[in-house]
């Protein structure tokens, strides 16, 4: 009889619609989560990246300026040094363009960012 009655409690509209429904936000949740920690890996890896990539832009300014100079004085001419280093990156802006128009940039970031989001070690 008893267990009757429990059966039937179990059985209930109200119950089973309340068991869905916090099954149903449970799972939201872990899904809002999901997200949030995916979110910040991108976030967290975007801003390592413009760091890292300003650090390298000063270290190649820096090491633009020494070369000019070095040309400059082994030349032995005032303007020299930095007509050869502005070439000089001429020509990596003329290959990384190349690079961009065959998609190997686009490859590599999509393949990166995959790398990120696929990431299980949360």
Same mark, same amino acid.
């Given at each position: 009889?008893?267990?009757?009655? %429990? &059966?039937? =409690?179990?059985? @209930? *509209?109200? *119950?089973?619609?309340? *068991?869905? =429904?916090?099954?149903? =936000?449970? @799972?939201?949740? !872990?899904?809002?989560?999901?997200?949030?920690?995916?979110?910040? !890996?991108? %976030?967290?890896?975007?801003?390592?990246?413009?760091?890292?990539?300003?650090?390298?832009?000063?270290?190649?300014l820096f &090491?633009?300026? +020494?070369?000019?100079?070095?040309? !400059?004085?082994?030349?032995?001419?005032?303007?020299?040094?930095?007509?050869?280093? +502005?070439? %000089?990156?001429?020509?990596?802006?003329?290959?990384?363009?190349?690079?961009?128009?065959?998609?190997?940039?686009?490859?590599?970031?999509? *393949?990166?960012? &995959?790398?990120?989001?696929?990431?299980?070690?949360?």
């Amino acid at each position: 009889m008893y267990m009757i009655k %429990l &059966l039937l =409690q179990l059985f @209930k *509209t109200g *119950t089973i619609v309340d *068991t869905v =429904q916090g099954l149903f =936000q449970s @799972k939201i949740e !872990n899904i809002k989560m999901d997200f949030y920690k995916k979110l910040s !890996n991108v %976030l967290a890896s975007i801003v390592l990246i413009i760091i890292i990539s300003f650090v390298a832009l000063m270290m190649m300014l820096f &090491l633009g300026f +020494g070369l000019s100079f070095y040309l !400059n004085i082994v030349l032995e001419s005032s303007y020299l040094g930095f007509l050869i280093v +502005g070439a %000089l990156f001429f020509i990596a802006t003329w290959m990384m363009s190349f690079a961009i128009k065959a998609g190997f940039l686009h490859k590599t970031l999509r *393949t990166l960012l &995959l790398l990120i989001l696929d990431n299980k070690n949360d």
